[in-house]
């Protein structure tokens, strides 16, 4: 608690202002799922069916940019003389949904409730400032991420037993092909036992990121004699269905000092961030019509490309995406296909954010989330679409870094 300065455990004080909201102020809107858990590389992943998801509401702004809806990041027409602004959640946030400004002393940042939940307790970490999602996170950004993912794990271990120690998963979606949704900068929390809900006793899912931290290719690549973490491309050691970067953080520090810096965390996002860029630029020259990298001329300061950052007290991994997902398709006997070799009608599309790093699908369609369960090659086809081909190359290095950070 010193860190963040918070009067109680942030694990206390999220569950009881979740409860409070739910139940109290009808300030929040829980989503109820059907899960199934699908196998794909050899990993266990959550896919849950969310029939609310179809009936998402549109933002509707009006003249004092109030609004129940989830906002939009759609730019007005050019031929509008007064567009009106959409919604942000996180310029005043609903004193209902709000928990904490942080850290207490000059707060920069406010941690907020998810107002349309589909994980309990799923809340969220965004700027006061207005500050765009597009652009590099910034070290206070990822400090007070980690010392959130911190206080919950110190919060909840016991005084000598660390066997019931809790854990959260931090996801951050940035770009068009990332599964974002807001333009106000967030960095977005998950409990992990809360991710377990459904599951029968809490088995047969692994959270993703704790999957690969246990391969001997990322355990214990901690480097805290320097000044960043060493990154991985975990691709090239482990079977995925992309690429995916990774870097070991330094073992946690249960008491009130930590045992690497601020600097030291934003320097390894950098270094992360560095390789899926050079990735992209690679994967560009050899395929320059598989999709269109970022615009960055829309935001100030926006980065080139689409990516999902996540980030657990033992690891930071870094995606890049090409895609937010993919459409699933009836089977057909016809012969007739697209450009992809799929055949039948179009049932619906899947997109995809941060949560699939952490072994997390959501669909809103019945019959997609019946096909998905039944047909795993069309599942491990949804997963390979949205980011990179892994590398070739087993032992690759890294491309050359561009330096746009």
Not at 45 to 73: M, V
Not at 349 to 362: C, D, E, F
Request: contains cysteine; charged residues 20%; glycine residues 6%.
């Amino acid at each position: 608690m010193a860190l963040l300065g918070l009067r109680e455990s942030l694990p206390s004080l999220v569950r009881s202002k979740y409860l409070s909201a739910k139940t109290e102020a009808n300030a929040l809107t829980f989503a109820a799922t059907e899960l199934a858990i699908v196998k794909a590389y050899g990993l266990p992943f959550q896919l849950r069916y969310c029939p609310a998801l179809a009936k998402k509401p549109t933002p509707i702004a009006d003249n004092n940019n109030a609004s129940t809806a989830i906002p939009t990041t759609a730019s007005p027409s050019p031929t509008q003389k007064n567009p009106k602004k959409s919604f942000d959640p996180f310029e005043h946030p609903d004193p209902n949904l709000l928990i904490a400004h942080v850290p207490t002393e000059s707060p920069t940042h406010s941690l907020v409730l998810n107002k349309y939940p589909v994980i309990p307790n799923h809340f969220i970490i965004a700027t006061k400032q207005n500050k765009p999602q597009t652009a590099p996170l910034e070290a206070d950004d990822l400090w007070l991420t980690y010392q959130c993912l911190r206080e919950w794990a110190v919060s909840t271990r016991g005084t000598n037993d660390r066997s019931n120690q809790e854990d959260l998963f931090a996801f951050f979606n940035s770009g068009r092909h990332s599964g974002a949704s807001q333009p106000h900068r967030h960095v977005q929390m998950l409990p992990v036992e809360d991710m377990k809900h459904g599951l029968v006793a809490g088995k047969g899912w692994e959270l993703f990121v704790d999957a690969l931290y246990n391969t001997s290719f990322l355990n214990g690549m901690t480097t805290p004699g320097k000044e960043s973490g060493t990154v991985i491309d975990l691709s090239a050691h482990v079977n995925l269905p992309f690429r995916i970067f990774g870097c070991c953080l330094p073992p946690i520090a249960y008491d009130s000092s930590a045992q690497f810096s601020p600097q030291y965390l934003y320097n390894t996002y950098k270094e992360l961030y560095y390789a899926a860029e050079a990735a992209v630029h690679t994967h560009l020259e050899l395929e320059p019509d598989d999709f269109e990298p970022e615009d960055t001329h829309q935001v100030p300061n926006a980065l080139p490309i689409s990516y999902n950052m996540v980030m657990t007290t033992r690891a930071m991994l870094l995606c890049p995406r090409r895609s937010e997902g993919r459409e699933v398709r009836r089977e057909s006997g016809g012969a007739d296909s697209d450009a992809d070799g799929q055949q039948g009608e179009v049932i619906d599309s899947v997109a995809l954010n941060g949560t699939i790093l952490g072994g997390t699908m959501m669909v809103k369609n019945e019959e997609v989330w019946t096909k998905l369960k039944r047909d795993n090659a069309e599942f491990t086809r949804v997963l390979e679409a949205v980011g990179l081909p892994p590398s070739t190359e087993k032992g690759a290095q890294k491309e050359d870094q561009p330096a746009t950070l």
